[in-house]
């Protein structure tokens, strides 16, 4: 008789979950629910708050796409990935789009069969130590301890790094970024290796953030972006365009402040052509022609999204860098809207 | 006239399948033999269909490319720079040894605590209780983090070992160093080693045996011979003449002489941890998650060992005592010569099954990052290539190889201990 | 000379057994300091006791409950140890029911009392009333819809399958025999669940929408994740574990090797392997385009992994009939299912309990491998509780409150099992 739990739950189950289809913007907008897979918890990036609210830079791209092709920004379904169930959860279509600093690398692109969309961050992988110990430079770190954040790039690269170098050194894998942590301030490891961000935003957690330093070398490049499924170019390009909105946006000076005003129409027909005042873009993708205009409202362009997460005005504390756009001598480089 | 016929012969009808229980079994177990083919052959069209979407064939060709990852614990030479199948066999030897060193712990606690629980002494039998409640009512992963958080929180890091007044210092006369990084113990060193012996050349199994320890053992074991020789001598002598012979002291010669003899023309000599740089170099280095690990494994088991014995000993009836304490044996003696033997019986099974649960545990490592199967196998390598199926399925029947070989010996130990009944 | 000899007419009244020996007293001379070793063993122990003790009540003593981040709770501290109770405040009912939505919080409270209510006509059959029993029948149908919600319409229209299933029985039963009549039972079920009922209830939810908000299981988490896998697990696990025991028992060859194959394999690798299937695979396996979120997923694995141990603790309770009830059975004409159903199971099902709990408790403890790949169960919620930067380098608190929780849950169910194997015992002496 209790067999009918696993049924009944099976129906209720097959009822919500529907079957998935060959388009995921149909079934998206079917569903009226984005899925879209984050991290487990890494500060600034994404996090539940006591509400269990999602928080987050990488949040804000699921935000600003759900807001795109839903029209609400909160019609998100949160899933969180650990580095080992990720792809999976995007390969079997658990999640129609990952937002989880995921380094684009050629093997994920073609071997793992998925599509990276863009770059939402760029990054590289730094090492963390505390000023006590005297080092300078990571060329000094020969025999260290270095606490690694396993389901990543990092191990691979500190592994070239250190033997290029022809150094020792002493790998502590670990799961979560909390338990790193823990262990490179009770002086378990000298050394805490992971994306320069997620050292800048565990820094700034620290009781003491100035008694850590940042070594000036980058080890690698870590281009974080968002990705999707091989194979379906439509999804692929909404997720690709909204992201593109977000950092276009900023470019050409749209803001949540004056993007009201801005959408009655202007003298600068990019800006018109991006906010659906011009032009069929909306429709060319599938969608209504205030798409853009939607996403960026969410949250507001890449800058505001920027300063709002991981910002200089956050504890995070992030500076621009690479982040700024190519007019101010970052890499933020959106294709034209034309 | 009436002729009599044979009965009418019995044709075979369809229905016989299922009424006649000539046929019965037959046909169930043609059914369910094709059901659960036709069940393997859906799950397998599956997997295929899908594996074909996802654009990926399963081979097991990524076991044999560079791995590119460190792994800090291991039991044989390894370098980022081997292959994925070295870097699981590295994984393999680490589950097992966390295995072995918990299992042995977990024993000798678990029957210390359930003599203790049994204890006259009522603060004793209840601290013991406190203990075995508290350990067998909480998640053994809650107890593995926990463990883990409280060698790293309070135990000194190496850094605190420098200056000229250090806040920690080594231990048992400086040699060994207690650190949030792990334990550093001495390491017997050899100044006239004779090398190792090499096998499986240079394929991804190679592995070196030392020849200083296989001297060491062949030594011990020569001892051993000596001292079993002097021994049945003694019995002789005490058979024919009544009077044993004394021969402590030259027991211990037998076994020690060569042993000494043996270690002082190898050279030996003990390797003490330093400071030096960022870390203590030399000596036995145990990381703390092996620590934490094997401590968390031994002290949660132990805690359903101690039950197990505590049944089996409640299972020896009480007549047993009575007559051993008749006997004019102290209360000590009664248990460790009396009453554990015959409460061994009872206990090995469920025992079993702890050592089995006890190794399965082990896989939660990954919780403190010890490298283990789980760690290499169906981590890092598993994230790295993206191979889940291939991955997973070898962990599977890594460990199942591995469950299936200790229930094997334990219930072919248990079968050589079992009470035999005429 | 006169004689004078003493002879008692009548008993000095008895005296009290000397101080030393009743009372506190004695009481501790027996107990804790019979001799030497002892007493030195009592008083190291209490020392030990009395530190660990008033090491704990030091830290744990401490007027941080108010506190909304641990810089706060540093603050007030002042360079004191202490706990950081602001932590537990600020997330307790988020450990406790992940991020179900608040307004709903309700459902799975009442799941679980109701849960007690449909357990007590198993659990303590003779305290209740015997018609209860229809209701622990329908709760696997109240279960879902509570904690899922939806319409209604769903798990009424899949209870209808057994409804159904049943009368085809009695029908068929009258026209052409038992073993026909189950197969038609069993085949006009899952034609019913298979190609009737999704839409059937879909347009019973057209016609009249009735029913609780749904909420998708990724929402689940925390203690109620735990519970719920637990549940559910154990519960559908049970009758699997019962044909796999019968296979285990039977003497068809090829259904005893398959059973023992299933169990053994099972048993022989870890959860948290199963729960990587959970994770990876179990999508691949299944036929493409198929769907079931994560929770879901490891749902059918943790079943899986329950019903092996619990196959076995009921060839346990099979084990430890006596052969008499078999042969008993077998001389009144009672076919396999009948013997099985009116005598054999009862009674081997009632001596497992304990054994069920135990297996229960050991699945529900487990429950916590779920937030190694990723789910947000107690110790999961606690790792992205300490990402949160207001809380990040929280450790003991934590731990020390998700421990106190499963200890509860865990200890309490024990001490049932232990009630019910000594009212067991009693009851066969």
Redesign the interface.
């Known amino acids: 008789m209790k067999k009918s739990v696993f049924l009944g739950v099976l129906t209720v189950a097959g009822l919500a979950a529907g079957v998935a289809a060959a388009g995921t913007l149909d079934d998206v907008k079917a569903r009226g629910k984005l899925n879209c897979g984050v991290a487990t918890g890494v500060p600034g990036f994404a996090t539940p708050d006591a509400n269990g609210v999602w928080q987050g830079f990488d949040v804000a791209v699921c935000r600003a796409v759900a807001a795109a092709v839903l029209g609400d920004q909160m019609a998100v379904e949160f899933v969180p990935t650990t580095g080992k169930t990720r792809f999976t959860a995007l390969a079997s279509g658990e999640i129609d789009m990952l937002a989880r600093n995921t380094t684009w690398t050629f093997s994920r692109d073609v071997d793992l069969k998925f599509d990276f969309v863009g770059v939402n961050y760029y990054d590289g992988q730094g090492f963390m130590v505390p000023k006590s110990l005297g080092v300078g430079s990571a060329k000094e770190l020969d025999g260290a301890t270095v606490c690694i954040q396993t389901g990543t790039t990092t191990e691979l690269n500190l592994a070239d790094f250190f033997r290029v170098n022809n150094m020792s050194y002493e790998p502590v894998p670990i799961e979560t970024n909390a338990e790193a942590q823990q262990q490179y301030l009770a002086g378990a490891c000298d050394v805490y290796t992971t994306d320069a961000s997620g050292l800048a935003a565990t820094r700034a957690t620290f009781e003491d953030p100035s008694a850590h330093v940042v070594l000036p070398e980058i080890i690698s490049k870590e281009p974080l972006g968002p990705l999707v499924r091989h194979g379906d170019s439509e999804w692929g390009d909404v997720v690709r365009w909204s992201l593109n909105a977000l950092i276009a946006a900023e470019e050409y000076g749209v803001t949540s402040a004056n993007i009201d005003e801005l959408a009655k129409g202007t003298t600068n027909p990019e800006i018109n052509r991006l906010l659906g005042s011009e032009g069929t873009l909306g429709e060319m993708l599938g969608l209504s022609a205030d798409w853009a205009l939607k996403a960026i409202k969410a949250n507001g362009n890449y800058g505001e999204v920027f300063e709002k997460t991981i910002g200089t005005s956050t504890p995070i504390g992030l500076a621009r860098g690479l982040n700024a756009q190519w007019t101010e001598g970052g890499l933020l480089y959106a294709p034209p809207f034309r | 006239m009436t002729t009599l016929t044979d009965p009418p012969k019995e044709s075979f009808r369809l229905s016989m399948l299922i009424y006649d229980t000539r046929y019965r079994s037959a046909t169930i177990q043609v059914v369910a033999i094709i059901g659960f083919m036709m069940l393997f052959a859906w799950l397998i069209s599956n997997t295929a269909a899908n594996l074909h979407d996802l654009g990926k064939q399963p081979s097991f060709k990524f076991l044999g490319e560079p791995a590119g990852y460190d792994i800090n614990q291991r039991l044989i030479d390894y370098n980022s720079q081997n292959v994925h199948l070295r870097a699981a066999i590295v994984g393999l030897l680490n589950t097992v040894l966390v295995a072995v060193m918990g299992c042995v712990t977990a024993t000798i606690l678990g029957v210390i605590i359930g003599v203790l629980r049994l204890s006259k002494n009522w603060l004793i039998a209840r601290i013991m209780t406190v203990y075995v409640e508290m350990f067998r009512n909480v998640p053994v992963l809650l107890w593995i983090v926990f463990i883990m958080a409280i060698l790293i929180e309070t135990l000194p890091a190496p850094r605190e070992f420098r200056g000229a007044d250090p806040a920690a210092t080594m231990k048992l006369f400086d040699t060994v160093a207690i650190t949030n990084r792990g334990i550093y113990i001495p390491e017997p060193l050899f100044s006239s080693s004779l090398g190792n012996l090499h096998f499986f050349g240079e394929s991804s199994l190679r592995f070196d045996v030392s020849l200083d320890l296989i001297a060491f053992l062949i030594a011990l074991a020569v001892g051993l011979f000596a001292r079993h020789k002097i021994n049945a001598r003694a019995h002789r002598i005490q058979e024919t003449t009544g009077v044993r012979p004394t021969t402590w002291y030259l027991n211990l010669a037998a076994v020690f002489v060569p042993v000494i003899v043996v270690l002082a023309a190898l050279g030996f000599h003990l390797g003490y941890p330093a400071l030096k740089g960022f870390n203590f170099a030399g000596g036995i280095h145990m990381r703390n998650s092996l620590i934490a690990l094997w401590l968390a494994l031994s002290l949660y088991t132990a805690a359903f060992i101690a039950e197990n014995v505590r049944a089996g000993i409640l299972a020896i009836s009480k007549g047993q005592t009575e007559a051993a304490s008749a006997l004019g044996l102290r209360p000590n003696r009664v248990m460790s010569l009396v009453v554990l033997p015959q409460a061994l019986r009872v206990i090995i099974p469920p025992l079993i099954s702890q050592y089995l649960n006890l190794t399965k545990n082990s896989s939660l490592a990954i919780a403190v990052g010890y490298m283990d199967l789980t760690g290499t196998l169906m981590g890092i390598t598993l994230n790295q290539t993206g191979r889940e199926l291939e991955t997973v399925l070898l962990g599977m029947l890594i460990y199942l190889g591995i469950s299936l070989s200790i229930s094997g010996a334990m219930n072919w130990y248990n079968n050589s201990v079992k009470l035999v009944e005429r | 000379m006169s004689d004078i000899s003493f002879v008692r007419t009548e008993m000095l009244p008895q005296q009290e057994p000397p101080a030393t020996s009743v009372g506190v007293v004695g009481w501790m001379r027996q ?2 300091f ?1 001799g030497w070793l ?1 007493s030195a ?2 008083v190291i ?2 020392v ?2 009395f530190y660990i003790a008033g090491f704990l009540l030091s830290w744990a003593v401490s007027p941080t409950w108010a506190a909304t981040s641990l ?1 706060e709770c ?1 603050e007030i501290l002042a360079g004191h140890e202490g706990a950081c109770w602001g932590v537990i405040r ?2 307790w009912v ?1 450990l406790l029911f ?2 179900y939505p ?1 307004d709903q919080y309700w459902r799975p409270i009442l799941t679980f009392v109701l849960l007690a209510v449909a357990l007590a006509p198993v659990l303590f059959a003779d305290k209740v009333p015997a018609k209860l029993i229809y209701f622990s ?1 329908a709760y ?2 109240i ?3 509570l904690l ?1 919600g ?1 319409a209604i319409w ?2 009424l ?3 209808a ?2 409804v159904l299933g049943y009368v085809v029985y009695r029908v068929v039963d009258g026209m052409a ?1 038992s ?1 026909a009549a189950i197969i038609a039972a069993v085949a006009a079920a899952i034609i019913w ?1 298979l190609l009737l ?2 839409p059937l ?2 347009m019973l939810t057209g016609i009249a929408d009735i029913g609780l908000e ?1 909420v ?4 689940f988490g925390g203690m109620m994740l735990s519970i719920t896998i637990g549940v ?1 697990a154990i ?2 696990s ?3 574990g019962i044909l796999l025991a019968l296979g285990r028992q039977s ?5 005893k090797a ?1 059973c023992v194959g299933f169990i ?2 099972i ?7 199963l729960l ?2 959970a ?3 179990l ?12 929770i ?1 997923r490891v ?1 059918i694995m943790a ?1 899986l992994f329950a019903s092996a141990y619990m196959a076995e603790v009921i060839r346990g309770g099979l084990a430890a009939l006596p052969k008499g009830q078999y042969e008993g059975a077998d001389s009144l004409g009672l076919n396999y299912w009948q013997a099985q159903r009116l005598i054999i199971m009862p009674q081997a099902l009632k001596i497992s309990i304990p054994g069920i709990v135990s297996t229960f ?1 050991g699945l529900f ?2 429950t ?2 779920v ?6 169960d107690p ?2 919620l606690s ?2 509780i ?4 207001a809380w ?2 929280i ?2 608190e934590l ?1 020390g409150f ?2 106190l929780m ?2 509860v849950f ?2 309490s169910m ?1 001490r049932y099992s232990m009630y019910l194997e000594r009212k067991l015992r009693t009851d066969h002496r």
């Not at chain 3, 036929?287 to 079931?292: A, I, L, R, S, V």
């Open positions: 107990n804790l019979s002892n063993i009592t122990c209490a030990f006791v810089g540093r600020d997330r988020q992940g991020f608040a029948a696997p149908f279960m879902p819809w899922w939806g769903g798990p229209v899949a209870a399958g057994f025999g073993l669940w009922a999704s209830a879909g749904p998708a299981s990724r929402y559910v519960a559908c049970l009758p699997i003497d068809l060859l090829i259904v398959i053994e394999f048993r022989g690798v870890p959860l948290i392997t990587f299937v994770s990876t695979l999508n691949i396996f299944m036929p493409p385009g198929t769907n079931f979120d994560i879901m749902i079943t408790i403890k487990d916590t491998l937030s190694v790949i990723g789910l947000l110790l999961g790792n992205a300490r990402a949160d930067s990040n380098g450790v003991w731990y998700i421990a499963f200890f865990c200890f024990s």
